[in-house]
């Protein structure tokens, strides 16, 4: 040990009061800035580029043997209608299958596009779970898909009889969404 | 139930080993709570049977789950949702804890016999603060039970069993990440240890070296996982992803990286607190902290708040329900260090030039990091509030970290090599002459080979000479005589020496190289001369592929085959790169197969990476340091713990 073991007064740590609440504080900050970005339903809107702008050129050829395949030509003219994109192995598919039902049972035509999908698992799931649609197409390397500016699936874009995108639906279909899509339908016949 | 085999009985069994772990967890909390007060002595002696029945409860539930998933019993939508009959059994076994809920269990499990295994073995601290500390665990725990069964329920049934499964997510199809989860999770859910210590030590007014070093183990054990399963995920995110990077500061990632971080600095503070009564209230903030960020981490990751690009991705509820489980939880120990922390005396003084200084520099600079990290991930959901869309990438993260992590590096040369309490700067200084010698030139070198580059060149003029200084400590002893948590601190340091040279020359020297070619046509990229030989279509149990044959040679020498794939599962249909590397000492050639191009040209994208295995060795370095130090450290305690028993048996036998 050397000779002079004194200690320089400053260098112990005080710690005032107010700092042992600092942690808390910003934990505080913390809860608040996560429940905005929690609680803002409007977030998750991602405003589509594609609203707005008319459907690409296409032709998919039949994803089911009871159905047509879908064009570009078969979704000009008419009522506005939806565009579906769907598959057989998408869970929250499924789960929209009763709105989209009730939706085509309000009259309004629904055309599909099956993304990377097989023949018979299609044919099973239009089975299970009901087939509301007029027309399905095929996207087996989701060229479509990507061409409407929808990164998943399942989504359901409003088609005016012009063929422009009105309205891009990010998610399933859920009970609260039927009046809101309907009436955007109506809208978007005006 | 009229089909209700004797297989599907097991969800049913799982379901009611969960609720009784639950129920337990609430008696533990109960019992505990009462055995602190002064007449509740007597329930004190649940307490400890409880924990541990709780954790075999869990564990019971767990394995239920692993056992549905085995069995594929499509009944189970946790199941349904996420296996198929068609995968191979150790990608169905890993699809238990491949999804929210089944990870969710996997968490209790953890927390439950990590609660149980405390209350078995730990003897040391006084019974007051270890009733607090389990009752807290128990505290934690229902938090996370109630969230089990009222929100996201693993054996839900189906009303009608599913024809099939739809699978698990091919990225995940990786024997890499079926155990990466668990492990990372380990070391999660481990730190919920110290989190309890902390509060038990709040609660009962009682931090002193011999709550250090009964804290110390638990933390050290619950960082080997992190840094193991950081470690591997890093390798697997390189390797699986096919884009020849190691670390992308994704959400994700970085929810593993700040409890790593708290952990670090909570494992060198709690070394001042054992050996010198210093830091008091700083470890036990710590301790809080640093379980706080693997929540805080978890929430971030599981609601999706970050990450969502679609709506369903996200459940708020759930995202909800996590987070009243945060503002209880850690709000609520950050309330109780607030009250309890001002009456707990900061302990023993020490002088600016001292190991204490050494590490509460080092703690300090590896908060900073943490906050750098922690602002970084959450910026984009600040951004958002203020009605910007903005994504935080490297160009933040690397040189506001590199801010706070090179002169901790710095101090890190020195810091072991000073005494406690007080030291003079003069009789270390010789040690230090060819540290900075290296230092010096190896900056000369950096700046050569990698003009331009500042943060390589920082790397590569650090790591050699930390290196060096790491094994100083050693010097002038018998290497016989070295204790085992001297010895974790040298390879653990200079793993991290060694981690810093691999990421410094893969940012400074990796060649990459993006081509078409034709079968036949041959490539250079670095010293290498790769030929691609030919394309074959092969099949797997539930994927196709399509592999390309490759011939490497390094430097001319005789070449070595490499089998780059672009795989195309099915369920669910996904295609996948399957990267294929070739593994030299010094360094890796990563091969990737891209798509056929229009005129029968296969693209491929090539990277020499030098000395890039360096990383992870770096990291399993560092982790078996700390595994060092923990068998030293809990070693030392079983020979105190023997000595005083053979002492109280001497003096009972003496009648005394």
């Given amino acids: 040990m050397s000779a002079a073991p004194k200690i320089p007064e400053r260098a112990a740590i005080r710690t005032s009061r107010w700092a042992l609440w600092l942690p808390l504080a910003l934990f505080a900050g913390f809860i608040v800035l996560v429940l905005i970005g929690l609680l803002r339903p409007a977030s998750h809107d991602v405003a589509s580029q594609f609203v707005g702008k008319p459907l690409p050129e296409f032709s998919l050829r039949a994803a089911a043997d009871n159905r047509p395949g879908l064009a570009r030509a078969n979704m000009i003219g008419g009522k506005p209608r939806l565009l579906n994109v769907f598959a057989s192995w998408c869970a929250p598919c499924a789960a929209e299958a009763p709105q989209l039902a009730q939706l085509a049972a309000a009259g309004v035509e629904i055309d599909g596009v099956a993304i990377r999908d097989h023949k018979p698992e299609l044919a099973a799931f239009l089975a299970r779970y009901g087939n509301p649609y007029t027309r399905i197409g095929a996207d087996d390397v989701s060229a479509v898909q990507m061409a409407i500016g929808s990164s998943g699936a399942p989504e359901t874009f409003i088609i005016d009889a012009q063929g422009v995108i009105r309205y891009q639906h990010i998610g399933e279909i859920r009970t609260e969404h039927v009046p809101m899509l309907l009436a955007r339908l109506q809208e978007a016949g005006k | 139930m009229q089909d209700c085999g004797s297989g599907q009985v097991i969800a049913e069994f799982g379901l009611a080993a969960l609720w009784l ?69 150790l990608y169905k076994i890993a699809g238990a804890w491949g999804n929210h809920e089944g990870s969710m269990l996997l968490w209790v499990t953890i927390m439950g016999l990590a609660g149980g295994f405390v209350a078995a073995v730990e003897r040391r601290l006084p019974e007051r603060t270890m009733m607090a500390t389990l009752a807290g665990q128990a505290f934690v725990s229902i938090g996370f039970y109630v969230f089990l069964l009222f929100a996201s329920n693993p054996f839900t049934r189906l009303a009608e069993p599913a024809a099939e499964g739809q699978g698990l997510n091919p990225l995940l199809q990786d024997p890499g990440l079926a155990f990466h989860p668990p492990t990372l999770y380990v070391g999660y859910v481990g730190l919920s240890i110290a989190f309890s210590f902390a509060i038990g030590a709040l609660i009962t007014r009682e931090v002193s070296p011999a709550f250090a070093r009964a804290m110390r183990p638990w933390v050290l054990g619950a960082w080997i996982f992190l840094t193991l399963g950081i470690t591997a995920g890093s390798y697997w995110a390189y390797y699986e992803l096919g884009w020849g990077g190691w670390w992308f500061w994704d959400p994700v990632e970085n929810a593993s990286l700040m409890p790593w971080l708290a952990a670090t600095a909570l494992l060198h503070s709690c070394g001042v607190l054992a050996a010198r009564n210093a830091l008091r209230a700083w470890t036990l903030m710590l301790g809080v902290v640093a379980f706080s960020m693997s929540m805080i981490g978890t929430f971030l990751v599981r609601s999706g708040i970050l990450t969502s690009v679609h709506a369903f991705a996200v459940d708020p509820r759930r995202g909800t329900f996590i987070l009243v489980l945060l503002a209880i939880y850690i709000g609520g120990a950050l309330m109780l260090f607030a009250l309890r922390a001002g009456s707990i005396s900061e302990g023993e003084r020490f002088a600016v030039t001292s190991r ?57 040369m020195v810091g072991p090599l000073l005494r406690w309490r007080l030291d003079n700067f003069g009789r270390v200084r010789s040690g230090l002459i060819i540290p900075a010698l290296i230092l010096v030139l190896s900056i000369g070198i950096a700046i050569v080979m990698a003009p331009g580059k500042m943060l390589s060149i920082i790397g590569l003029a650090l790591a050699p000479a930390l290196a060096f200084a790491s094994l100083l400590p050693l010097r002038g002893r018998r290497l016989s005589r070295v204790k085992l948590p001297l010895w974790g601190m040298v390879l653990a340091h200079f793993g991290v020496a060694v981690s810093l040279f691999g990421m410094a020359c893969d940012s400074a ?36 592929a399509l592999e390309g044959d490759l011939q490497a040679s390094y430097n001319g020498t005789a070449p070595s085959l490499l089998r780059p794939q672009s795989r195309s599962f099915w369920t669910p ?64 305690d079983v020979r105190r713990v023997i000595a005083r028993s053979k002492i109280a048996f001497r003096r009972e036998r003496q009648g005394r």
Avoid: C
Avoid at chain 2, 518 to 535: H, L, N
């Fill in chain 2, 21 to 89: 772990a639950a129920a337990l967890a609430v008696l533990q909390l109960i019992a505990g709570g009462v055995a602190l007060s002064r007449r509740g002595d007597a329930l004190g002696a649940v307490v400890r049977p409880v924990a541990i029945v709780q954790g075999v409860l869990a564990l019971a539930a767990f394995a239920a789950l692993v056992a549905v998933f085995i069995s594929t019993d499509l009944s189970v939508k946790l199941v349904a949702a996420n296996s198929h009959s068609a995968k191979p059994l």
């Fill in chain 2, 356 to 412: 204490e200084s050494g590490l509460v520099f080092n703690n300090v600079m590896l908060s900073g990091t943490l906050g750098i990290v922690l602002i970084g991930t959450l910026y984009p959901l600040l951004a958002e509030a203020m009605g910007m869309k903005v994504s935080v990438g490297p160009p933040y993260f690397n040189p506001f970290t590199a801010l706070f992590v090179v002169p901790m590096l710095l101090v890190l």
């Fill in chain 2, 509 to 544: 020297f990796t060649v990459e190289k993006l081509v078409a070619v034709r079968p036949g046509e041959a490539v250079r990229v670095g010293p290498w001369q790769v030929t691609m030989k030919s394309i074959t279509p092969i099949a797997g149990p539930n994927w196709t």
């Fill in chain 2, 573 to 636: 249909p996904q295609q996948t790169n399957e990267s294929a590397l070739l593994t030299r000492w010094n360094g890796q050639l990563y091969t990737v197969l891209g798509d056929e191009a229009a005129d029968g040209r296969w693209q491929l994208r090539l990277w020499w990476k030098p000395f890039v295995t360096m990383i992870w060795l770096g990291g399993v370095l560092i982790a078996l340091g700390g595994l060092l130090a923990m068998l030293g450290h809990v070693a030392s």
